[in-house]
Nanobody
Framework: QVQLVESGGGLVQPGGSLRLSCAAS????????ITWFRQAPGKEREGVSC????????HYAEDVKGRFTISRDNAKNTVYLQMNNLKPEDTAVYYC????????????WGTGTKYGYWGQGTQVTVSS
């Protein structure tokens, strides 16, 4: 079965950290661009971070730069999103998406290019 599964979400206090995982089954992530998106209640879905298939180049939304780090472990067929210094405004459902039409985030970040695979999402709540 081909799917992406996110995990690692939860409730954390402001200033805390979480690491989200996006694990693929049924296909190999090596040649896929992976983007993390999030959607807060009443807001549109937004891109958080992207990692290219080739060279591992990364992109980040302005409001997470310096706090979030995306990485990939091809041996584990998993992409991670390390989130530090979390803020209440980071509260959202986080989704990972994968696509292999292109190998670089350049063709995906902020372009509306469709992704072939989506995960089911994991809830992140930042609250005291």
């Amino acid at each position: 079965q081909v799917q992406l599964v996110e995990s690692g979400g939860g409730l954390v206090q402001p200033g805390g950290s979480l690491r989200l995982s996006c694990a693929a089954s049924g296909f190999t992530l090596d040649f896929y661009v992976i983007t993390w998106f999030r959607q807060a209640p009443g807001k549109e879905r937004e891109g958080v971070s992207c990692i290219s298939a080739s060279h591992g180049n990364t992109h980040y939304a302005e409001d997470v730069k310096g706090r979030f780090t995306i990485s990939r472990d091809n041996a584990k067929n998993t992409v991670y999103l390390q989130m530090n210094n979390l803020k209440p405004e980071d509260t959202a459902v986080y989704y990972c998406a994968a696509d292999s039409s292109y190998s670089s985030c350049y063709y995906y970040w902020g372009t509306g290019t469709k992704y072939g695979y989506w995960g089911q999402g994991t809830q992140v709540t930042v609250s005291s």
